[in-house]
């Protein structure tokens, strides 16, 4: 997992190596400066020309979750602010995701610089009561490449989700034009507007406050 934006946001569970966990967690607290950025990883780091895949999702923290904010320790009562906020972060699995290092333009007549190629990508954005279909970046040419604070979405479309439990199992599969999800037994579909779209980089984009876990990661590519 290659951690783009989320520096204060995100971080991992027990590692099974130097390199290595099965879980990727995240939390922003909305009252503490310097940590509400939201999270913006990626898996794999290579194209994938369609996906299919799954992984686990925990609103939940384990006992060993350690928070950003805990390093501070407090001398009255002698240990250190475990307390979190109780949000619920939206999950969203990213793919079709290009452009994520490119170099400015700058118009030799203007002097001014922007980016031709901004990051831009797909994913399906999943909430407690919807699942949407979000185009994700900034429309070129861009002033950032990508903006540190939160990466530009729009909803493309969206369909009402039930999903109120703490914890579920998302399944993702993008072939051609159609994207279907499945998050605990409920089914959803989507359609792209061209089957170039699925090609290129996944992971995952978390917003809002509150903590969340990813476990388990499993994706395959589908091209041929």
């Not at 923290?61 to 904010?69: I, K, L, N, R």
């Not at 906020?85 to 699995?93: A, E």
């Not at 914890?167 to 072939?175: H, M, R």
Request: aromatic residues 12%; hydrophobic residues 30%; positive net charge.
């Amino acid at each position: 997992v290659h951690v783009l934006d989320g520096k204060y946001t995100m971080f991992t569970g027990r590692r099974t190596s130097r390199v290595s966990t099965k879980k990727l967690r995240y939390y922003a607290h909305p009252d503490r400066q310097g940590i509400t950025k939201d999270g913006l990883a990626l898996f794999g780091g290579r194209r994938f020309e369609g996906v299919k895949g799954s992984f686990k999702v925990d609103f939940k923290p384990d006992a060993d979750v350690f928070p950003a904010h805990a390093t501070s320790y407090n001398r009255d009562t002698k240990g250190y602010d475990l307390s979190m906020h109780d949000g619920r972060p939206s999950v969203s699995f990213i793919f079709g995701m290009h452009d994520i290092w490119r170099d400015d333009y700058q118009d030799p007549e203007t002097r001014k610089r922007s980016y031709p190629n901004p990051t831009q990508g797909w994913a399906v954005r999943v909430s407690s009561d919807k699942v949407e279909l979000l185009r994700l970046g900034e429309t070129a040419p861009a002033e950032v490449q990508r903006k540190r604070e939160s990466i530009k979405t729009t909803v493309v479309a969206t369909k009402k989700n039930r999903f109120k439990a703490v914890d579920a199992e998302i399944d993702i599969k993008v072939k051609g034009k159609r994207v279907e999800v499945e998050v605990d037994g409920d089914d959803f579909t989507f359609k792209l507007p061209t089957a170039e779209a699925q090609g290129g980089y996944i992971g995952w984009f978390i917003e809002g406050p509150g903590f969340v876990e990813l476990r388990k990661p499993s994706f395959k590519s589908l091209a041929k």
